[in-house]
């Protein structure tokens, strides 16, 4: 069965950090095609992408309000990508999933322009979503 899996959710202090972690089975993620993102969603608002990562890695972006304190990585050969989440804060708190797109990654993952962003990417397969809770 083809499918992605997040895990490393959880409930954290302001300031704290998780690491969240995306597996793929039944199928590799080495694939010129399979660059990875990182979104999320809290309720009531709308899915936001968090950071994608090229096919082979070498290139990440990062949505403005988590530069500086995530980083986005992976590695093919262990059919992982991870998100390391540091300096977590009461804006972070959602539900994040992982997805493969087709897309290349770039700017227009997080441009709000028309034909951009979100609504507009390629999706391949999503993971079914990891809680991250950001509690005094």
């Known amino acids: 069965q083809v499918q992605l899996v997040e895990s490393g959710g959880g409930s954290v202090q302001p300031g704290g950090s998780l690491r969240l972690s995306c597996v793929a089975s039944g199928f590799t993620l080495d694939s010129d095609s399979y660059n990875i993102g990182w979104f999320r969603q809290a309720p009531g608002k709308e899915r936001e992408v968090v950071s994608c990562i090229s096919a082979t890695g070498g290139r990440t972006e990062y949505v403005e309000s988590v530069k500086g304190r995530f980083t986005i990585s992976r590695d093919n050969a262990k059919n992982t990508v991870w998100l390391q989440m540091n300096k977590l804060n009461t804006d972070d708190p959602a539900v994040y999933y992982c997805?493969?797109?087709?897309?290349?990654?770039?700017?227009?993952?997080?441009?709000?322009?028309?034909?951009?962003?979100?609504?507009?990417?390629?999706?391949?397969?999503w993971g079914q979503g990891t809680q991250v809770t950001v509690s005094p």
């Open positions: 997805a493969i797109v087709f897309s290349s990654c770039d700017y227009t993952w997080f441009s709000t322009d028309q034909g951009m962003g979100v609504p507009h990417l390629d999706y391949d397969h």
